[in-house]
């Protein structure tokens, strides 16, 4: 059914459909309409989950460890520096191989203190073992939370996910949503059924700490279920797609981009920018394509190198820095294309909720042809004298 | 034996760890003095004394640390450490 | 013996002899029973309990952080809760995730009321990581962050009085024991678990290793710790005291002198006024708390 809702209630909706038993969240700007929705659905009987009502975020994620691994199904979201408090956490769970799933309502990280949308939290904990799914709309961001649920709960992945969405761009933003019954998200997600759970029928002990005689393989088994988790995102994805007509089985998605002479890489909101350029480009002549990411962890390498494989030159937009290096989605898609002589430029841009609009994907554009590359875009030289 | 996922082991397997061949001192049991009390069954970090049918002392030598505490606490004073020969 | 331990605690564990910290573990898993989850925070207890692939619980068990075990209990009951569990948990913490790195994730479970046991084993400093200063430290020990020296006498800050904060959040039950004393730390423990709502028992664990005494001393200091008047065995009952374990009075010299961490105040040479400021701590304990039993003439 088409609704016109907000990007936060969209999702929060999304959830409440999920079923969760256990939802542990803190506020934080601006993931707020969604733990606000979720306590007013769970207040008037909509939602039934415990909800607890933390006093940090790093309880929030250490509540929902705790409640996945006694075996329910558990909720949180965050942004920011709730994400950055989380830390710890976060590959807490990932190498306790706790299928725990957050949405991320993406936000600069402080300092200085910015409550407006980039993607820093998120990439920043690229190397914490969790899935990281991107969105472009709001659409995206609701199908990709049933998406997460029945990927993370498969017993070959048992994993933690992020779906992360742009910060006021699309949590505060209304957009027309194809909604799904609870009847149709039954059929696709079905009770948690944990590998393994606290249980005095069945005791467990979880959580030993391991010498060096068994780090590795620990950490060996956790990058080969990541990695893994692609062809379960792919046949979930399929099937989401056969079920209710959106197809996710790809993790990287080509617009316009065949017979592309430049390609931007871009993830999230940005996408939806980068599109309509795209198709004023067009009109014009150039041959400007766009490859999408909507799976950033697992990395697509190999779609990657495939879907880039014709073009002349790639054009990476980076909502976050790797401070003292580069943008960390245009190192990764410089060492997918590793080998191949297709020149990679980086472009860090739209940092701190600074706005992105066509003239500017143009611009770059223009300076990725004319083979000026990893640079800060758009820099205020006014500010900086 | 398969890695347990998520770092996890089943109980029992400490058992795997003999920590008797710490021991310098071994605890002699003086049934003949002992009022089977228990004592040193319930002050024992290890949980390494047993009891007979009669409730008295049976301790499990390939997990007594010899720590001392069952001759020290013992109020019939039965317990006596005795140094051991390697 | 049929091949396994006594109780809900297997041997073969890596605590030292004579530790303090497994013997309250026995002691606390003999109370609490089979139908319990423990959670454990980084420490002793779960470091000499479960090196991969060994582990010494018999109950279920999990370990997540150093500060968090309150929060991953919270979890764990609201779960429980949904999915109509019987079972009860329990959160057993050393006084350093408990005192300090946990205060933030343990007053939040408390404030909210969770239906579980906290039980802090404290052994008043950071044994595991090598013996440093903890808000549990008493005036005056030595560690290895607060060591006695030329211009120190040690800790010189007071120990924090953690019962009597949650009791503040309105814990039902909050008690203090020993491993000097098990059947009464049994009961305790007992009492905190069925006692609806979040419930705190704080146990003495004289620790040979980081205080500097004989294993097979542990219940011997325990009990001296009591009896000068330095430790206090009470139960509260929604905020109010209700219980106190009474002694005849013994002077600190006689627990101080028995431990190479309170050394420092014996040689050189007798430091009398600093052993009087501890007497004064004792004094002031025993008239909190009313622990004098007056002899009659």
Same mark, same amino acid.
């Given at each position: 059914?088409?609704?016109?809702?907000?990007?936060?209630?969209?999702?929060?909706?999304?959830?409440?459909?999920?079923?969760?038993?256990?939802?542990?969240?803190?506020?934080?700007?601006?993931?707020?309409?969604?733990?606000?929705?979720?306590?007013?659905?769970?207040?008037?009987?909509?939602?039934?989950?415990?909800?607890?009502?933390?006093?940090?975020?790093?309880?929030?994620?250490?509540?929902?460890? %705790?409640?996945?691994?006694?075996?329910?199904?558990?909720?949180?979201?965050?942004?920011?520096?709730? @994400?950055?408090?989380? #830390?710890?956490?976060?590959?807490?769970?990932?190498?306790?191989?706790?299928?725990?799933?957050?949405?991320?309502?993406?936000?600069?990280?402080?300092?200085? @203190?910015?409550?407006?949308?980039?993607?820093?939290?998120?990439?920043?904990?690229?190397?914490?073992?969790?899935?990281?799914?991107?969105?472009?709309?709001?659409?995206?961001?609701?199908?990709?939370?049933?998406?997460?649920?029945?990927?993370?709960?498969?017993?070959?992945?048992?994993?933690? =996910? #992020?779906?992360?969405?742009?910060?006021? &761009?699309?949590?505060?933003?209304?957009?027309?949503?194809?909604?799904?019954t609870q009847e149709q998200v039954d059929s696709y997600l079905p009770p948690f059924k944990p590998y393994q759970r606290l249980d005095s029928t069945d005791p467990i002990s979880f959580g030993l700490f391991a010498s060096p005689d068994y780090y590795m393989e620990f950490r060996y088994d956790t990058d080969r279920a990541l990695k893994g988790a692609a062809g379960v995102i792919s046949a979930a994805g399929k099937e989401f797609g056969e079920l209710f007509g959106r197809d996710y089985q790809d993790l990287v998605e080509g617009y316009r981009?065949?017979?592309?002479?430049?390609? &931007?890489? =871009?993830? %999230?909101?940005?996408?939806?920018?980068?599109?309509?350029?795209?198709?004023?480009?067009?009109?014009?002549?150039?041959?400007?394509?766009?490859?999408?990411?909507?799976? #950033?962890?697992?990395?697509?390498?190999?779609?990657?190198?495939?879907?880039?494989?014709?073009?002349?030159?790639? =054009?990476? @937009?980076?909502?976050?820095?790797?401070? %003292?290096?580069?943008?960390?989605?245009?190192?990764?898609?410089?060492?997918? @294309?590793?080998?191949?002589?297709?020149?990679?430029?980086?472009?860090?841009?739209?940092?701190?909720?600074?706005?992105?609009?066509?003239?500017?994907?143009?611009?770059?554009?223009?300076?990725?042809?004319?083979?000026?590359?990893?640079?800060?875009?758009?820099?205020?030289?006014?500010?900086?004298? | 034996?398969?890695?347990?996922?998520?770092?996890?082991?089943?109980?029992?397997?400490?058992?795997?760890?003999?920590?008797?061949?710490?021991?310098?001192?071994?605890?002699?049991?003086?049934?003949?003095?002992?009022?089977?009390?228990?004592?040193?069954?319930?002050?024992?970090?290890?949980?390494?004394?047993?009891?007979?049918?009669?409730?008295?002392?049976?301790?499990?030598?390939?997990?007594?640390?010899?720590?001392?505490?069952?001759?020290?606490?013992?109020?019939?004073?039965?317990?006596?450490?005795?140094?051991?020969?390697? | 013996?049929?091949?396994?331990?006594?109780?809900?605690?297997?041997?073969?564990?890596?605590?030292?002899?004579?530790?303090?910290?497994?013997?309250?573990?026995?002691?606390?898993?003999?109370?609490?029973?089979?139908?319990?989850?423990?959670?454990?925070?980084?420490?002793?207890?779960?470091?000499?309990? $479960?090196?991969?692939?060994?582990?010494?619980?018999?109950?279920?068990?999990?370990?997540?952080?150093?500060?968090?075990?309150?929060?991953?209990?919270?979890?764990?009951?609201?779960?429980?809760?949904?999915?109509?569990?019987?079972?009860?948990?329990?959160?057993?913490?050393?006084?350093?995730?408990?005192?300090?790195?946990?205060?933030?994730?343990?007053?939040?479970?408390?404030?909210?009321?969770?239906?579980?046991?906290?039980?802090?084993?404290?052994?008043?400093?950071?044994?595991?990581?090598?013996?440093?200063?903890?808000?549990?430290?008493?005036?005056?020990?030595?560690?290895?962050?607060?060591?006695?020296?030329?211009?120190?006498?040690?800790?010189?800050?007071?120990?924090?009085?953690?019962?009597?904060?949650?009791?503040?959040?309105?814990?039902?039950?909050?008690?203090?024991?020993?491993?000097?004393?098990?059947?009464?730390?049994?009961?305790?423990?007992?009492?905190?678990?069925?006692?609806?709502?979040?419930?705190?028992?704080?146990?003495?664990?004289?620790?040979?290793?980081?205080?500097?005494?004989?294993?097979? /001393?542990?219940?011997?200091?325990?009990?001296?710790?009591?009896?000068?008047?330095?430790?206090?065995?009470?139960?509260?009952?929604?905020?109010?005291? $209700?219980?106190?374990?009474?002694?005849?009075?013994?002077?600190?010299?006689?627990?101080?002198?028995?431990?190479?961490?309170?050394?420092?105040?014996?040689?050189?040479?007798?430091?009398?006024?600093?052993?009087? /400021?501890?007497?004064?701590?004792?004094?002031?304990?025993?008239?909190?708390?009313?622990?004098?039993?007056?002899?009659?003439?």
């Amino acid at each position: 059914m088409m609704e016109i809702m907000e990007g936060s209630h969209a999702v929060a909706h999304a959830v409440k459909q999920c079923r969760p038993q256990v939802i542990a969240a803190y506020p934080i700007t601006p993931q707020t309409h969604i733990v606000e929705s979720l306590a007013d659905m769970v207040a008037n009987c909509e939602l039934d989950a415990e909800y607890i009502t933390v006093e940090s975020e790093f309880s929030a994620l250490s509540a929902c460890l %705790g409640a996945s691994a006694a075996g329910s199904r558990v909720y949180s979201a965050t942004t920011s520096q709730g @994400l950055a408090l989380m #830390f710890e956490v976060c590959f807490n769970c990932a190498g306790m191989r706790l299928p725990v799933l957050m949405s991320i309502v993406n936000r600069a990280l402080g300092a200085p @203190l910015s409550i407006w949308n980039d993607q820093q939290d998120s990439i920043s904990l690229r190397d914490s073992g969790w899935l990281q799914l991107y969105a472009e709309d709001n659409q995206e961001a609701t199908d990709l939370h049933y998406l997460a649920y029945r990927v993370i709960e498969d017993h070959r992945v048992l994993l933690p =996910a #992020f779906v992360c969405f742009d910060g006021y &761009i699309l949590s505060h933003t209304y957009e027309p949503i194809d909604t799904l019954t609870q009847e149709q998200v039954d059929s696709y997600l079905p009770p948690f059924k944990p590998y393994q759970r606290l249980d005095s029928t069945d005791p467990i002990s979880f959580g030993l700490f391991a010498s060096p005689d068994y780090y590795m393989e620990f950490r060996y088994d956790t990058d080969r279920a990541l990695k893994g988790a692609a062809g379960v995102i792919s046949a979930a994805g399929k099937e989401f797609g056969e079920l209710f007509g959106r197809d996710y089985q790809d993790l990287v998605e080509g617009y316009r981009l065949d017979d592309a002479d430049c390609a &931007i890489v =871009a993830m %999230g909101s940005l996408c939806g920018t980068v599109k309509d350029a795209i198709d004023e480009m067009r009109d014009e002549g150039r041959k400007v394509g766009l490859l999408k990411i909507r799976c #950033f962890r697992p990395f697509p390498a190999r779609e990657v190198r495939k879907a880039l494989a014709g073009v002349s030159r790639v =054009a990476v @937009l980076d909502k976050n820095v790797s401070l %003292g290096a580069k943008g960390a989605v245009a190192l990764e898609v410089r060492d997918a @294309l590793y080998g191949e002589q297709i020149p990679v430029l980086g472009y860090i841009i739209a940092l701190g909720g600074r706005d992105v609009r066509k003239k500017d994907i143009r611009q770059v554009v223009e300076m990725a042809e004319a083979g000026k590359g990893d640079l800060f875009y758009g820099l205020r030289e006014e500010v900086l004298q | 034996m398969a890695l347990g996922t998520g770092c996890t082991a089943r109980p029992g397997r400490s058992r795997e760890n003999r920590t008797g061949s710490w021991r310098t001192f071994r605890p002699e049991f003086a049934h003949d003095k002992c009022t089977a009390c228990g004592m040193c069954r319930q002050v024992c970090p290890e949980g390494c004394i047993g009891e007979d049918e009669e409730g008295l002392p049976v301790p499990d030598y390939n997990y007594c640390k010899g720590c001392g505490l069952c001759a020290e606490e013992c109020p019939a004073e039965a317990i006596e450490m005795k140094k051991e020969e390697k | 013996m049929n091949g396994e331990s006594c109780g809900l605690f297997e041997y073969g564990h890596r605590a030292c002899a004579g530790c303090a910290a497994a013997l309250a573990a026995r002691t606390i898993l003999d109370a609490a029973g089979k139908e319990t989850i423990v959670v454990s925070s980084t420490g002793c207890m779960e470091v000499f309990s $479960t090196p991969y692939p060994e582990t010494a619980w018999k109950v279920p068990w999990i370990h997540s952080l150093f500060e968090n075990n309150s929060a991953v209990a919270s979890g764990i009951e609201a779960a429980l809760k949904k999915q109509g569990r019987k079972e009860k948990v329990i959160a057993i913490g050393g006084d350093g995730a408990t005192f300090d790195i946990g205060m933030l994730c343990l007053s939040g479970a408390f404030e909210r009321g969770h239906d579980f046991t906290y039980v802090c084993y404290d052994n008043e400093a950071y044994m595991n990581t090598g013996i440093q200063r903890s808000g549990a430290t008493p005036y005056s020990a030595s560690t290895t962050t607060s060591p006695a020296g030329r211009c120190s006498i040690g800790n010189p800050l007071p120990k924090k009085d953690l019962p009597a904060i949650l009791a503040a959040h309105g814990a039902p039950y909050v008690a203090t024991a020993s491993i000097a004393y098990l059947p009464d730390l049994k009961k305790k423990v007992e009492r905190a678990m069925q006692t609806k709502g979040p419930c705190y028992v704080q146990v003495h664990a004289p620790c040979c290793t980081g205080w500097g005494f004989e294993g097979e /001393k542990t219940m011997a200091i325990g009990k001296l710790a009591i009896e000068t008047g330095l430790w206090v065995n009470f139960e509260m009952e929604d905020g109010k005291v $209700t219980r106190v374990k009474k002694v005849v009075r013994k002077p600190v010299e006689e627990y101080l002198g028995e431990q190479r961490r309170f050394r420092h105040l014996f040689r050189p040479k007798k430091n009398e006024a600093e052993i009087a /400021k501890i007497q004064a701590i004792a004094d002031r304990n025993a008239e909190r708390f009313g622990i004098d039993i007056k002899l009659k003439k």
